[in-house]
């Protein structure tokens, strides 16, 4: 009797640790941003300090470019928010997809500048569950890549026509733009960029586990099982280097070398399994969504050396 109670203990114990981690899903899937920063503050991870001054003065000149709200209704009901950003004589149109918790204006100030000044009009969206946006849950990129398409599709239609067009996401919103490369986007867009995307979201629940030395034996399955029933969406199926096998379109893949959320050899995995043309920029020292910082002028130049071969030797623009 005193086993039976043992083993009723201790499953009861498992019972208690599983759901507690669902809740524990949940209650991350539901904490999208709820309030607009104007500037980057002081108290950012260490590894901002050096960047932050050159950040807020890039943040600074963006919010005295004039821009329209715009907006969309997602494929399931919801009314999402993006800035469009114009410039003088604009050849090109980008829009931003910003990462978990962001929003683009603090995801992509420096980025902004630079396409603005080559004149490359920008929209900075707001994913699902942010700020502006409606919805109650992140997906991870599952539901994201329609809303992606649903920009795609409505710029498209209010821009010049044949005018083109690139999607560019960091972290999480680069998974969206990385599941959405499968999707049949208007026929001007013309490349897509993914800066430190993960490969797969489960893995990535996994290793977010082991980095909070949390076991990722119950958190992930918790995960998974949370979004099964609260959204009808398989997190360990349904994977951005599984949508890139089957990509429309050319992709940038950027990358810090010492990114240890979003595991380097991630990029790596979708690079290989990428079937249109493609690139990796790798950059040393660099962790999680700052190669772009870390190494500007490496980053810039990519994006440039793209723009020429996408955006002006194909007689776009």
Known sequence: MLVLYIVLSIIAVMVIAYVGFVLVSFK????????????FSDDQLPQLLPYIDDMRNCRMWLDKVPYDDIYVTSYDGLKLYAKYYHCEQPRAVAILVHGYKGDGETCYPKISKYLLEQGIEVVIIRQRAHVHSEGKRLCFG????????????????IIPKGMPMFVSGIS????????????ELPGNVKFLVSDCAFSDAYKEFENV??????PPFLFAPAGRLMYKITEGVDIKKERPVDE?????????IIHGEADDFVPFHMC???????SQDKELITVPGAVHGMSYLVDTEK????????IDKYLVADGNT
């Open 299 to 306: 980053c810039t130049e990519a994006f440039q050396r793209w």
């Open 142 to 157: 599952l539901k994201e890549r329609y809303d992606v398409k649903s920009w795609c599709d409505y710029v498209s239609s």
């Open 28 to 39: 991350i899937s539901t904490t999208g941003i709820q309030k607009e920063d104007d500037l």
């Open 268 to 274: 790596k995995e979708i690079y290989n399994a990428c």
């Open 244 to 252: 890139v096998k089957h990509s429309r379109l050319p992709i940038l």
């Open 209 to 214: 586990a082991k980095l909070q030395k949390i």
């Open 172 to 183: 999480m919103g680069a998974a969206s733009v990385l599941m959405a490369s499968s999707l």
